[in-house]
């Protein structure tokens, strides 16, 4: 079975730049998060896909990131413009959502994208 | 959601048992306990879920008291290869399976 597939795995830019990050998630999972994980630090929800809508954004700064996930699929996230302190891993994870015990709602990640900004 | 506390670091040697212990006082009736591992530049990865009592998996076992408010994950016979970092989380895998990441505990298997 294909994992969570993203692009791309390195990214070096410079302030105010902007750029953009690619997951592509297993096949008939509905649930899609992007997660920012700073150096040294646990992985930080940004935003969570349900299909095609957002059920958590909480914590995108949405003056300068956003995302998408057309036809319930494939998903992008983007940071415009880019600030030192985006410098981070973007981690795209997938699940398959169970209903009531009929198992483990793990979550499954790609390998993420190390962003480096200069 | 429940705010988890692990220790930051623990060390052990090949061949032991090792038990990380999370807090969770305000976990509600619904949540879960899940717990990821994750190596340097790699994503975390799933190793076991509970809801009560013990799960045991072939890797891990969770051990849950009987007021859910901390959580034991067990590694029998640690290997070198099981250094990396280990969150405990709490969340509810049957409402959109949202769950928030710690800071989670480092790992160091010695020789």
């Known amino acids: 079975e294909a994992g969570v597939a993203q692009s791309p795995r390195y990214k070096i830019i410079e302030k105010r730049q902007s750029v953009a990050f690619w997951c592509n998630p297993i096949s008939g999972h509905a649930t899609l998060y992007w997660y920012q994980q700073i150096l040294g630090q646990g992985p930080k929800l940004l935003i969570q896909f349900q299909n095609n809508g957002v059920v958590d954004d909480s914590q995108l700064p949405k003056d300068r990131f956003s995302a998408e996930r057309l036809k319930g699929v494939d998903s992008t996230l983007k940071i415009q413009p880019a600030k030192l302190e985006d410098s981070a891993v973007y981690l795209c994870?997938?699940?398959?959502?169970?209903?009531?015990?009929?198992?483990?709602?793990?979550?499954?990640f790609g390998p993420g994208t190390r962003l480096t900004v200069l | 959601l429940a705010k988890t506390t692990q220790p930051i670091s623990m060390d052990s040697y090949e061949g032991q048992e090792v038990n990380i212990t999370c807090s969770h006082n305000?976990?509600?009736?619904?949540?879960?306990i899940t717990w990821y591992q994750q190596f340097p530049s790699q994503g975390p990865r799933f190793i076991i879920q509970g809801y009560k009592t013990k799960v045991t998996n072939e890797v891990a076992s969770l051990f849950i008291p009987a007021d859910r408010k901390s959580s034991t994950l067990s590694l029998p016979r640690v290997s070198l290869s099981d250094t990396a970092v280990y969150y405990c989380?709490?969340?509810?895998?049957?409402?959109?399976?949202?769950?928030?990441f710690g800071s989670g505990t480092k790992l160091n298997v010695k020789p």
């Open positions: 305000n976990i509600a009736t619904n949540d879960y």
């Open positions: 994870a997938s699940s398959f959502v169970y209903l009531s015990g009929d198992g483990p709602n793990e979550q499954f």
């Open positions: 989380l709490v969340g509810a895998p049957y409402n959109f399976n949202k769950f928030y």
